[in-house]
T-cell receptor
Framework: DAGVIQSPRHEVTEMGQEVTLRCKPI?????LFWYRQTMMRGLELLIY????????DSGMPEDRFSAKMPNASFSTLKIQPSEPRDSAVYFC????????????FGPGTRLTVT | DQQVKQNSPSLSVQEGRISILNCDYT??????FLWYKKYPAEGPTFLIS?????DKNEDGRFTVFLNKSAKHLSLHIVPSQPGDSAVYFC????????????FGTGTRLQVTL
């Protein structure tokens, strides 16, 4: 399996622009997670889905952030409008219930908002 | 409010010596703990885990110890190798919230020659 795939790997955008991050989970996994990594707060869970349904979005920082999972093989995290404080590395991860609590992470998207 | 804390942002250890990475947690509902390893420009990868019914789990050079009364766990790497240089994240799983992990801020380990 190719593992979790994220695109783009790097994104540089100007403040106020819309940003869309993409994720393809491991085939067959039923959980998908979006995390944000910063120096100060480490890895923060933003939102997670089970069988394409959002379960917990309490980590989404504000209404500018939204996430969707239209099918089992694709998810997006959108920021609109983007702000410099959104600059971070965003990770997508997936897991399969019944195979322990281990989550498999993608390589991340480094977002820079100028 | 950080429920999982890694108070040492960095650690330097000589090759061949023991590396000890520490993690503290505050939520008594956590009952499963994991360590992840992260290299630059890559996503975290699972390293080792421990259930709250155990106090020790070993996998090759890696051992995780859990002290529930102190709400403390540690990762021991013996012997440390240069390839172990990475950021290590501690994570915790609460009872009954299938798969929702809370991560610490990470400890950067540097293994020197």
């Amino acid at each position: 399996d190719a593992g979790v795939i994220q695109s783009p790997r790097h994104e540089v955008t100007e403040m106020g622009q819309e940003v869309t991050l993409r994720c393809k989970p491991i085939s067959g996994h039923d959980y998908l997670f979006w995390y944000r990594q910063t120096m100060m707060r480490g890895l923060e869970l933003l939102i997670y889905f089970n069988n394409n349904v959002p379960i917990d979005d309490s980590g989404m920082p504000e209404d500018r952030f939204s996430a969707k999972m239209p099918n089992a093989s694709f998810s997006t995290l959108k920021i609109q409008p983007s702000e410099p404080r959104d600059s971070a590395v965003y990770f997508c991860a997936s897991s399969l219930v019944g195979q322990g609590y281990e989550q498999y992470f993608g390589p991340g998207t480094r977002l820079t908002v100028t | 409010d950080q429920q999982v804390k890694q108070n040492s942002p960095s650690l330097s250890v000589q090759e061949g010596r023991i590396s000890i990475l520490n993690c503290d947690y505050t939520n008594s509902m956590f009952d499963y703990f994991l360590w992840y390893k992260k290299y630059p420009a890559e996503g975290p990868t699972f390293l080792i885990s421990i259930s709250s019914i155990k106090d020790k789990n070993e996998d090759g050079r890696f051992t995780v110890f859990l002290n529930k009364s102190a709400k403390h766990l540690s990762l021991h790497i013996v012997p440390s190798q240069p390839g172990d240089s990475a950021v290590y994240f501690c994570a915790a799983q609460p009872t009954g919230t299938a798969s929702k992990l809370t991560f610490g801020t990470g400890t950067r380990l540097q293994v020197t020659l």
